[in-house]
């Protein structure tokens, strides 16, 4: 099955500092990779996702690029803020929709310092 | 948007009872739902998937018949935890994408969470 591997496990920039979080996988066949903001006790919040077909994709301050030969893709956030303090989680499937399943990441944990 | 809804938010029970917990898809269809469960500062692992008018699929080292999956209509799956030990306290979360083929590149809509304490 599926294995994603994250890194770092723990994060701390300076705010308007930016940060990366680095994911890889295993299965092949995978070709959806969203990333998810975990605030404690809450459920996760889709933040982007990009599929096999692009090499990136960027929403204001939130960028992912994807390297399908290499099997690793990344979330870049820029001008942190201090709500940006949360987990997130990287994630892949073989698709939406029917059975496929979404296996995560570890998490890291993002501290943004003022 | 697609939105699940997830009851109970949080239950506390004790141990040796059995605790039942709902996910609904209120504006969509979802033949497949998915169960995980995530402990204090880990992530998400699946249980199982929850497969419609069908027997649930469980992932490795999940006991089937402690967790017992209901995927009865196309909009409801429930879980049950079957004779709940203070191991089983946890964070269990539901998650489903649209049935409909177009509608289903939205994602992966996940329920609220259900806070699970067994004393």
């Known amino acids: 099955g599926e294995n994603v591997e994250q890194h770092p496990s723990t994060l701390s920039v300076q705010e308007g500092d930016s940060a990366v979080i680095k994911c890889t996988y295993s299965?092949?066949?995978?070709?959806?990779f969203p990333w998810y903001k975990q605030e404690l006790g809450k459920r996760p919040q889709l933040i982007i996702d990009i599929r096999s077909n692009v090499g990136e994709k960027k929403d204001q301050r939130i960028a992912v690029t994807l390297n399908k030969t290499a099997k690793h893709f990344s979330l870049h956030i820029t001008e942190t803020q201090p709500e940006d303090s949360a987990v997130y989680f990287c994630?892949?499937?073989?698709?939406?929709?029917?059975?496929?399943?979404?296996?995560f990441g570890t998490g890291t944990q993002l501290k943004v310092e003022l | 948007g697609a939105v699940v809804s997830q009851h109970p938010s949080w239950v506390i029970c004790k141990s040796g009872t059995s605790v039942k917990i709902e996910c609904r898809s209120l504006?969509?269809?979802?033949?497949?739902m998915f169960w995980y469960r995530q402990f204090p500062k880990q992530s998400l692992m699946l249980m199982a998937t929850s497969n419609e008018g069908s027997k649930a699929t469980y992932e490795q080292g999940v006991e089937k018949d402690k967790f017992l999956i209901n995927h009865a209509s196309l909009t409801l799956s429930t879980l049950t935890v079957t004779s709940a030990h203070p191991e089983d306290s946890s964070f269990y979360i539901c998650?489903?994408?649209?049935?409909?083929?177009?509608?289903?590149?939205?994602?992966?809509?996940f329920g609220s969470g259900t806070r699970l304490t067994v004393v």
């Open positions: 504006d969509f269809q979802a033949t497949t």
């Open positions: 994630a892949a499937s073989r698709g939406t929709g029917g059975g496929n399943k979404l296996t």
């Open positions: 998650s489903a994408s649209d049935t409909d083929r177009a509608r289903a590149n939205y994602g992966y809509t």
């Open positions: 299965d092949s066949a995978s070709n959806y």
